[in-house]
């Protein structure tokens, strides 16, 4: 759930951009995926939004960059939740933790 909300406000994302609507399913078109996320040096992310605010076709691309010194970096929780995860070509967040966040 922490990873959700610091990439959530860092990215200025909406959690439909992110999480799943149901429990037990998901769309991998119009979530966040493994494959969405760049790390694209050890202090930036670029993640791509599918379905962005602007409907664009292609969608968009977000980075996102350390906050250090706070213990709110959304790279650090993002690498961590990937280091945790055993499937790593699925949602970055699965159905079941989405519902946490969508309650």
């Excluded at 200025?12 to 951009?17: D, L």
């Excluded at 599918?50 to 977000?62: E, F, L, M, P, T």
């Excluded at 055993?86 to 946490?100: A, E, H, I, Q, Y």
Aim: glycine share 4%; aromatic share 12%.
């Amino acid at each position: 759930m922490w990873t959700a909300c610091v990439t959530a406000f860092f990215g200025s994302f909406r959690f439909g951009e992110l999480l799943a609507n149901e429990e037990f399913s998901y769309n991998p078109s119009e979530i966040m995926m493994w494959s969405d996320v760049n790390f694209t040096t050890e202090s930036s992310v670029l993640i791509h939004v599918k379905i962005d605010k602007c409907k664009n076709v292609q969608g968009s691309y977000i980075d996102l960059f350390k906050f250090e010194g706070h213990n709110c970096c959304p790279i650090a929780a993002l690498k961590r939740l990937k280091e945790e995860r055993t499937n790593k070509l699925g949602p970055v967040f699965p159905p079941r933790d989405s519902k946490l966040v969508n309650c």
